[in-house]
């Protein structure tokens, strides 16, 4: 009897490896895709580059090149005429760091409520998602020149003190009016200006974080926030202690996600980068594509500095 049964225990361990199996191939097969563009299309383009900026071109031969000793990559900080490399790479990491909390908090705050029981939510996710089918291509430079024109003819809100600028929704005049009795240090109030006056921009880069944000709020039980109200427990201590924390590993998933979205779009420094000129022609290629690694080595490690500490305070749900 004892034998019979450790024959059945040993055929459902066997199902069950081959389940696994056809499931981790199941998985290889849907990456696969992905995996043959990347080693064959992608990443002959990185050692193609990587190579540019090591090599410079030899003049009247297309195809001899010189190792340059590493010579482009100082030549990108210290070469006279890429003297505002250093300004638009500290420009680009800022604005990064700026975007990143100003698309979380944005993004968690509407996903928070469209998540919320009312009629017609379907409509206003489907809204607010719009911006990012339409923020590609030619559609994302008509918005845009169409948004600057609309700004530039409304002006700032009119106090009658002509303080705003054109293009420009609130000046730190009108939120100083509106936020009149609170202490708000000079930095937090251009850091709230310019976020209002850059809503258009956060509003296009925050559907796909909302929608992540909206599937996490989605996937939390209802028996949990059952149990906490029965316990008593205000909407403010259910949001920081059982929403918030539960939602944490989406947090870390949109910020990641929130800063390559910010590498890849024109930003200040691949605007410099793109447009730049030097006087020596065969040294330009070297340079500005020099230039270009050390602005990907840069976010790399504000990547890496970023999950580190997200993750210190990210909270995985065990599953038993």
Do not use: C, H
């Amino acid at each position: 009897m004892t034998d019979m049964l450790e024959v059945k225990v040993k055929k459902k361990r066997k199902k069950t490896v081959s389940l696994d199996k056809k499931k981790a191939r199941a998985g290889w097969i849907f990456v696969l895709p992905f995996i043959i563009g990347l080693v064959f299309v992608y990443f002959p383009i990185v050692f193609e580059s990587l190579e540019q900026s090591l090599f410079y071109k030899v003049p009247g031969d297309a195809t001899a090149r010189v190792f340059n000793k590493f010579a482009s990559y100082y030549e990108a900080f210290f070469n006279a005429d890429t003297s505002g490399f250093a300004q638009a790479l500290f420009t680009s990491v800022g604005e990064i760091i700026l975007d990143i909390p100003m698309i979380l908090l944005f993004s968690l705050f509407m996903a928070v409520l469209l998540n919320q029981k009312i009629g017609g939510r379907a409509v206003f996710r489907a809204i607010f998602f719009v911006p990012v089918i339409l923020s590609t291509g030619i559609m994302e430079s008509i918005d845009a020149s169409a948004v600057l024109d609309t700004m530039s003819n409304a002006g700032g809100i009119d106090d009658g003190s002509g303080s705003s600028a054109a293009g420009e929704i609130v000046d730190a005049v009108d939120l100083q009016k509106f936020f009149n009795g609170i202490s708000l240090t000079d930095g937090m109030l251009k850091y709230v200006t310019d976020a209002i006056n850059d809503i258009f921009n956060i509003v296009n880069r925050s559907g796909v974080q909302m929608l992540i944000f909206l599937a996490g709020l989605q996937s939390i039980s209802p028996a949990i926030y059952e149990s906490v109200q029965i316990d008593g427990a205000s909407a403010w201590e259910t949001f920081w202690k059982i929403t918030f924390p539960m939602i944490s590993p989406m947090i870390l998933v949109n910020a990641v996600y929130t800063v390559i979205d910010a590498f890849t779009v024109d930003s200040t420094v691949m605007t410099y980068i793109s447009t730049l000129k030097l006087t020596e022609v065969e040294k330009t290629t070297a340079i500005t594509t020099a230039m270009s690694w050390i602005y990907f080595l840069l976010v790399i490690a504000i990547l890496g500095i970023l999950v580190a500490v997200l993750s210190a305070y990210t909270f995985y749900q065990k599953k038993k």
